[in-house]
């Protein structure tokens, strides 16, 4: 037709149908063509003479015009294009396939009802908006297996799926969304293979659980495309997924976001962001490669002036979940995440590492170093391990260290509870400032999980029946160390606090045995108690450090009281060390338990044991290398070894005091035995090889020696009273005694047999 063509019906039996407007329109009511149809319009456009009833049946579509083309079809495949200024508008009734489409300037819009849409090549100079409604069926997907370019915006909405394994660039954005209406079971699934070119993509799920296969886009040099993913409902796990391609990407660093179940990966110069909302669990492929989860409080929108608590654990078979007060945070596969760093706020911050019964968090590597600030966000020194910690566990090193907690301001919290039996090690440090050091789970040699902090002012322990190792070797100094009930009695708590060193306050329950290690330099140590309900049955203190014996700094370590069934050990160091049995009542009445100190050979150490505010009358038996009778233990109340000066002070009662230094020469020196108040008995059965023996009677009406049954003049002495048992007293040829009576109470006073 050499002008304007109306085409009321076209139909063939057999065959195709090729109509030419040389000028003017091409306007189609029906065209059924049993083969394929062509339309020309050379000069004109192709449209839509029936208002929205089927234009054109045919298998086969090739529409060319000037000006435009807007049909409604049921073709398999679409070839057209608009030479001059038009759009392309198409709305076909099933499964489509386009093969080449083209606009000179124009739009292009193509609507499929059902069906799978493919794209083999679109190029328009417009924008692009593909839709397939979503019908109930399982294949209302679009597929981009080719180009697809625009010099605007690309929209794509697929009833169910998307693939985009081709090309799509475009000037402007690239929008992608999945299960559109969500008018069947089962949700969407987005795959994103190919390269995007564009200033930003989208990619959005609809209503029920979807899954967003997704590689990051990287153009070898070129401008990468950042992808933002919106997962939608559900907003609770194990909800929409996304499966994250990083093969060749390094290690990237996912850090969480301001919402719920989001995050933003980054992976360098390698490939472009990936940001993603409402996903509720995160996969990466393949099984190989791993990634830093980074969990930042000023980023994930946690800085606003109250305390947060965030808690970490394994919610099933490698599922790593992440909460901030009581809500979802992150899901995962953990056997992907390479490390786990929490980066505090300027507020106080709690992190809980929970045992559940798929075991405890534990990941891949070291928790590298993470500078947030010109997102706003906090920094992070990276994971490290101090000396103790790295000679305590004897096959670890850094790279074991895989969890990370930078506590920032604020008053900040680490805690751990623990299901099964495990040891546990607490190891300080100065390594990244104050409140800095180590957590270990497991035995010494391989720990289970090892765990760095900064800035942290208490650490809570809850331990399943295992050993509590705390050791501040790898510290500069500690100093006023303490070990006491946590002020709430009966409650199975014990608390370690201390002014530097070791972090503010340590409380710990559920352990068996507590070893102590004090660290270098000079400290005071005191044992004031634990809680009457406490699980501990054995307490062991080192005045010293764990690294080496160099230290020669003077310790001191004070027991005020200890429940029964705890015996309690303490070690000092190199240097002159002092160890102390007595309360703030000087009493040692409520030491419950055995005691025993071990000092060093050669050191000039002391033991200084008080039970002055006591009223009881008691037995005491003194040795080179035991007390008994002072305190209410049951076996031997104290032992001790290489111990130089020896001083003891029994109670204010009416006491029997016996010294039996019976045993070879040891390191004791010289030793002073007080008799508090009262009237007191002492006996000296044997003293030998001192360097000084002094007795003080205090208080009261003291007798030094065995009464004699007579001391009429000439009585001879009995067998019994020279069997040095309880006899008078009788000097040493190697110890030189000094007996003082002190002042009496009546006469005729203190008497020397």
């Known amino acids: 037709e050499t002008s304007g063509l109306a085409v009321s019906s076209a139909t063939t039996v057999s065959g195709n149908i090729t109509l030419t407007a040389a000028s003017g329109d091409i306007a189609v009511t029906t065209i059924t063509a049993v083969g394929d149809a062509t339309l020309v319009a050379t000069t004109g456009a192709i449209t839509d003479a029936n208002a929205g009833v089927l234009n054109v049946s045919a298998s086969n579509l090739s529409a060319t015009s000037a000006s435009g083309i807007d049909l409604d079809t049921s073709i398999a495949t679409l070839t057209a294009s608009v030479t001059g200024t038009g759009a392309i508008d198409i709305d076909e009734a099933s499964a489509i396939t386009l093969t080449s489409v083209t606009t000179n300037s124009g739009l292009v819009d193509i609507t499929s009802a059902t069906g799978t849409m493919t794209v083999t090549s679109i190029n328009a100079a417009g924008a692009v908006n593909l839709a397939v409604t979503d019908t109930g069926a399982a294949d209302d997907d679009i597929i981009v297996s080719g180009t697809l370019s625009s010099t605007s915006n690309v929209v794509l909405l697929a009833g169910d799926d998307a693939t985009l394994s081709g090309t799509i660039s475009a000037t402007g954005t690239v929008s992608v969304t999945i299960d559109a209406v969500s008018a069947d079971v089962g949700g969407g699934v987005l795959s994103f293979a190919g390269d995007i070119d564009a200033v930003s993509a989208t990619f959005t799920g609809g209503a029920e659980i979807d899954t967003f296969n997704v590689r990051p886009d990287q153009d070898n040099g070129l401008s990468s495309t950042p992808i933002s993913i919106f997962g939608g409902a559900p907003t609770v796990p194990a909800g929409d997924v996304l499966v994250l391609d990083i093969n060749g990407l390094g290690v990237p660093t996912l850090t969480l976001g301001a919402v719920d179940y989001s995050g933003v990966w980054s992976f360098g110069t390698s490939a472009a962001g990936v940001a993603y909302t409402s996903i509720e669990t995160v996969q990466t492929t393949p099984m190989t490669s791993v990634y830093n989860l980074v969990l930042d409080m000023r980023i994930a929108g946690f800085q606003n002036g109250a305390a947060d608590a965030i808690e970490i654990f394994l919610s099933g078979p490698n599922v790593f979940d992440v909460e901030v007060n009581g809500l979802g945070k992150f899901s995962g596969q953990a056997d992907t995440i390479n490390s786990f760093t929490v980066i505090g706020s300027n507020d106080s911050e709690s992190l809980t590492i929970r045992e559940t019964g798929e075991g405890l968090p534990s990941f891949d590597g070291a928790a590298p170093l993470v500078d947030n600030s010109l997102a706003l966000g906090g920094v992070s020194n990276g994971a490290h391990l101090n000396a103790a910690a790295d000679a305590f566990y004897t096959t670890s090193n850094l790279t074991d260290v895989t969890i990370h907690f930078d506590g920032g301001l604020g008053d900040n919290s680490l805690a751990l509870e623990l299901i099964t039996a495990a040891d546990v090690g607490y190891f300080s440090d100065v390594l990244d400032g104050q409140g800095s050091g180590n957590v270990g789970v497991g035995p010494s040699g391989a720990p289970l999980t090892l765990v760095s902090f900064a800035d942290l002012d208490t650490l809570v322990l809850d331990g399943a029946d295992g050993n509590l190792v705390v050791d501040a070797s790898s510290s500069t100094s500690t100093a006023d160390i303490e070990i006491s009930d946590d002020g709430a009695a009966g409650d199975g708590i014990t608390e370690i606090s201390a002014d530097t060193g070791l972090v503010a306050t340590t409380t710990f329950e559920g352990f068996l045995a507590l070893d102590l290690i004090a660290g270098g330099g000079s400290e005071a140590i005191d044992l004031i108690n634990i809680d009457s309900t406490s ?153 030998d090889l001192l360097a000084r023996l002094t007795l003080n009677g205090g208080l009261g009406d003291d007798t030094f020696g065995g009464t004699p049954s007579s001391t009429a003049p000439g009585y001879l002495l009995s067998a019994s009273e020279l069997d040095g048992v309880d006899d008078m007293i009788r000097p040493s040829l190697t110890t030189p005694f000094f007996i003082n009576g002190n002042d009496p109470s009546v006469l005729p006073g203190d008497v020397l047999n």
């Open 535 to 687: 699980s501990l049955t054995s307490i062991d203190i080192v005045a010293g450090s764990s690294l080496a014996a160099t230290d020669n700094s003077a310790h001191t370590v004070r027991i005020h009281a200890i429940k029964s069934g705890v015996p309690v050990t303490v070690t000092g160091d190199v240097g002159v060390d002092t160890f102390q049995v007595f309360d703030s009542g000087n009493s040692a009445s409520n030491v419950a338990s055995t005691l025993s100190f071990n000092g060093v050979a050669g050191d000039d150490d002391a033991l200084i044991v008080v039970d002055s505010g006591s009223v009881s009358a008691d037995s005491v038996v003194i040795t080179r290398t035991t007390i008994e009778g002072l305190t209410i233990a049951a076996g031997t109340d104290i032992t001790f070894t290489s111990i130089d000066d020896l001083d003891v002070t029994t109670s204010g009662g009416a006491d029997t005091i016996r010294v039996n230094m019976t045993e070879a020469a040891n390191d004791l020196d010289t030793a002073v035995v007080t008799g508090a108040g009262d009237n007191d008995q002492f006996y000296v059965n044997a003293a």
